[in-house]
């Protein structure tokens, strides 16, 4: 059984940055975040595969976001955000999944709760 829960949530001025992380215990081999505005489906970030360390982006994240492990035990995870704009509000959760996953093939088993961030213009 895999645990998750996010932290780092809040408002923030556009342009501004912050930092979300995610205690992640049990097994996995993926980790990953997503995000859902309101009235909006919820849409894949990023996600890092536990061995190796290999990421993927969504379009929009690129070059913005970037999701990173502790080196450790990696039972961190974290989306560094930057730039924010008020498109960026939504609930964000973490996930994770049982299985190493190519780019646009990440498939969680198992959700965060969420956390919410609030991008003012």
């Known amino acids: 059984q895999v645990q998750l829960v996010e932290s780092g949530g809040g408002s923030v001025q556009a342009g501004g940055s912050l930092r979300l992380s995610c205690g992640a215990t049990?097994?996995?081999?993926?980790l990953g975040w997503f995000r859902q505005a309101p009235g909006k489906e919820r849409e894949w970030i990023a996600h890092?595969?536990?061995?190796?360390?290999?990421?993927?982006y969504a379009d929009f994240a690129e070059g913005r976001f970037t999701i990173s492990q502790d080196n450790a035990k990696k039972e961190i995870l974290y989306l560094q955000m930057n730039s924010l704009k008020p498109e960026d509000t939504a609930v964000y959760y973490c996930a994770a999944d049982v299985a190493t996953r190519a780019c646009h093939s990440f498939n969680p088993a198992y959700w965060g709760q969420g956390t919410q961030v609030t991008v003012s213009s």
């Open positions: 890092i595969n536990y061995i190796g360390g290999s990421t993927c």
């Open positions: 049990g097994y996995k081999r993926s």
